[in-house]
């Protein structure tokens, strides 16, 4: 089993650790603690993604996007 925690440090608790031993009693594991990336540099980070965003960023930039209600986007992608 995999599980993935996001959270801001201040919530790291003894609780948070329990449950963690709870939901993996009597097994090995790993912890790995990293700094999370935030959205905008995790958008960025693949050179496609990148590419694509600043492309489509230029295309709005010159009136060339399509502008949707909230309402016409949930009609036709769903909700």
Same mark, same amino acid.
Request: glycine fraction near 6%; avoid cysteine; charged fraction near 30%.
């Given at each position: 089993?995999? $599980? $993935?925690?996001?959270?801001? &440090?201040?919530?790291?608790? +003894?609780?948070? *650790?329990?449950? =963690? @031993?709870?939901?993996?009693? %009597? @097994? &090995?594991?790993? =912890? $790995?603690?990293?700094?999370?990336?935030?959205?905008?540099?995790?958008? *960025?980070?693949?050179?496609?993604? !990148? !590419?694509?965003?600043?492309?489509?960023?230029?295309? *709005?930039?010159? %009136? !060339? %996007?399509? +502008?949707? $209600? +909230?309402?016409?986007?949930? !009609? @036709?992608? %769903?909700?």
């Amino acid at each position: 089993m995999r $599980t $993935t925690y996001h959270l801001n &440090v201040n919530e790291l608790t +003894v609780e948070l *650790l329990n449950s =963690i @031993k709870e939901a993996f009693r %009597g @097994k &090995v594991i790993d =912890i $790995t603690v990293a700094e999370a990336m935030d959205e905008t540099e995790y958008l *960025l980070s693949s050179e496609a993604n !990148k !590419k694509f965003l600043l492309e489509s960023s230029e295309e *709005l930039k010159e %009136g !060339k %996007g399509i +502008v949707f $209600t +909230v309402e016409e986007l949930q !009609k @036709k992608y %769903g909700q």
